[in-house]
């Protein structure tokens, strides 16, 4: 069983611009995975692989100097945001194949700059609660924290 819990973070003004910054290099990463995926689906060549695509949307864009900015975000949110990608189109599959019970599923779509939900994922590696109460977010620093209820762990 999972479970999630949502909590509130108060961060400041300079924490603010690194989590935007997350937010917009995440929605470009997984955009740009997306549109490689498709254009190697219109020329007729296989599915890339995610190591593959990994190493094309994040290693490579990172050396070049129009997309040098990702390296400002921890890789963590990046990672995560091509495997949310690789479960879009896991779940589209299994839906055309017939393996999916329940409500059809549509291909992925891009992720809009205006879309007010903004959101990253982060592993263990991203993350970490501090002893005072805060939490440490990688290149983003100790956020302070709603706690609303105590974490199971």
């Not at 690194?18 to 997984?30: D, E, I, S, Y």
């Not at 949307?57 to 091509?82: C, D, H, M, N, P």
């Amino acid at each position: 069983m999972q479970l999630r819990y949502n909590f509130r973070v108060y961060p400041e003004l300079v924490q603010r611009d690194a989590l935007a910054r997350a937010f917009g290099c995440a929605r470009v990463v997984f955009n740009d995975g997306l549109r490689a995926r498709r254009d190697a689906h219109a020329a007729g060549l296989p599915y890339i692989k995610d190591t593959d695509l990994q190493r094309q949307v994040i290693t490579a864009a990172k050396r070049t100097g129009e997309r040098v900015w990702l390296s400002e975000v921890s890789s963590v949110v990046l990672v995560q945001s091509l495997r949310d990608l690789h479960a879009a189109y896991r779940t589209f599959f299994s839906c055309v194949t017939g393996r999916r019970r329940g409500p059809k599923v549509a291909p992925p779509r891009f992720k809009s700059r205006r879309d007010s939900r903004q959101s990253i994922r982060l592993t263990a590696n991203g993350f970490c609660l501090r002893g005072n109460g805060r939490l440490y977010v990688a290149k983003v620093g100790e956020l302070r924290v709603r706690w609303s209820r105590p974490l199971p762990a």
